[in-house]
């Protein structure tokens, strides 16, 4: 089990302490110039922050069009989680644009004449006989501000329907979205008043796959995005070559983004832009930096935790990506001592797992010592096991070691009432949609699915939808029965295409079958490639792993 050490773990800062270091400070103590200094490089920096985005989404346009089943992934989807740095929203905002025939409006962006922000807007805003109109207006006008959605708080029985109606809404669509997505669509089906069996026969309709486009990069031709820190662009000739380039674009972004949110922290702390004769920081975020004002408050943040904590910095510089350091900064916020023993527990945990354990509700303090504990039990398991198939464990205890999964129960009453800021007529579309669609009853061995609440059990997926299939663990081709404890909630997609069929090098893409860990019940899911996640069906505390 991971334990903490005290003399090496006192370097977290309580919030009141956030704020230049000792030796910042003696830097700054120099006069004006650092901060023009700062003022230069935070510019630098984020231009060649959006550069390398916009590469990065180049690299996975390639990807995407290619079939990653054999890797062990039952979707693009998938693989984003678990393998790409960064939101997944924004990752397809950007595709989007990739994907689009603005061939002008990818031209300027490359030629950095307009910004990353304001171009992945264009695509289903602007025509493509509009495109010179557009940009003559975001070259004029580049810093128009936009109004802000409004939002309302709610508390109690409202917050509790919102969070209900977020739910049904993401089972019928069936596919990963952000809140602000469902809640727009709720929003949209109530002013339509849909009814409920279209809902429902749209949730159970097959999706056909979108077809591929051919790729077009004459619009890079001219000095490709990140040209001058990656190299020109050429297209990826295999699908090892593309996750080359993906993981030196990634390294890449983690160094500058530290880099980038440890100046601006700086700078807006020291009020450097009042030397250059801004009004605000916001101001100058938004029109030097192109960041709203919610960006800058995120680096802000994170530029004083890593100032004075070398650990998540150092992690962040080498492999730790900036989301995730972000989201497990109001765990570490104000209390010493959790820095190691969390970024310890991140190489244990996958990317889909990890961000369900740092959204769920509750005591940070017993959510590590859980996974500390199931690490623990697994790596004892994994060493007994080896010992006893005649070899030892060459994986137990490093980086390649087996990763753990524990349940997530269902949030509580109280935890549904927990206050939250929503847009206008939210609340009564998640009303109105917990009304009218009442989700049939499933029969038989389909109760699987009802047990699991519909949601996908493999720990790289996860994936919410009425199309879930129930799978038999033991087929009943080799005696499996049709009871509960026989079956697992799988989509199609891991279910069709990863657990049901074959490898190129021979054998199943995925396997998984129940084992017992010191008298607990789990699940051990192996892919084809070695990686392995043991994901407990139960824990004490935690209950069973259904939804």
Known sequence: ???????????GASPARFGPSPLTRAALAQGPRPLHQLAIQLSILARQAGALALRRAMVLVWIQQRDLADMGYSSFGAFVRERVDGSESWERALRRLLESPLEQVKTALCQGLITVRAAVNAPGQVAVDEQEAWLAEQLYRPWVDKPRRALHRVEGERAALVRRGRRLARLLLGRSATDREVDEQMVAWWCDRVPAQVLLDEAHATREAPPVRELDWRWCARGAPAETLVGP???????DEALAQLELVQGLQ???RALLAH???VFDGEQGWRQLAYDSAERFAREVLDWSPSTAARYRKLGWRLEWCPELREAVEEWLEVERAEALLPVLEGRRGRTERWLALMRRIGGTELRRALRAPGDARVTMRDYEAAIAAADAWESKNSSSAGGGSSSAGGDASIRVALPHPEPTPRQLRRPMRVADDVVEAARWLLETVQV???RGFGKVKERDRYRCQNPECGRL??????HHEIPRSEGGADAMSNGITLCPACHLRLVHALAPQGGPRLTVHSVVV???VALLWTWADGRRVLQFREWPGRGPRFG
């Open 1 to 11: 089990m991971v334990t903490s050490n005290a003399s090496t773990e006192s370097t």
């Open 233 to 239: 662009w050429s297209e990826p000739e295999t699908l």
């Open 254 to 256: 983690r160094k500058r």
């Open 263 to 265: 100046a601006w922290a």
């Open 440 to 442: 049939p009853a499933q």
């Open 465 to 470: 939808g009425l199309r879930s299939h129930a």
């Open 518 to 520: 010191e008298g607990l």
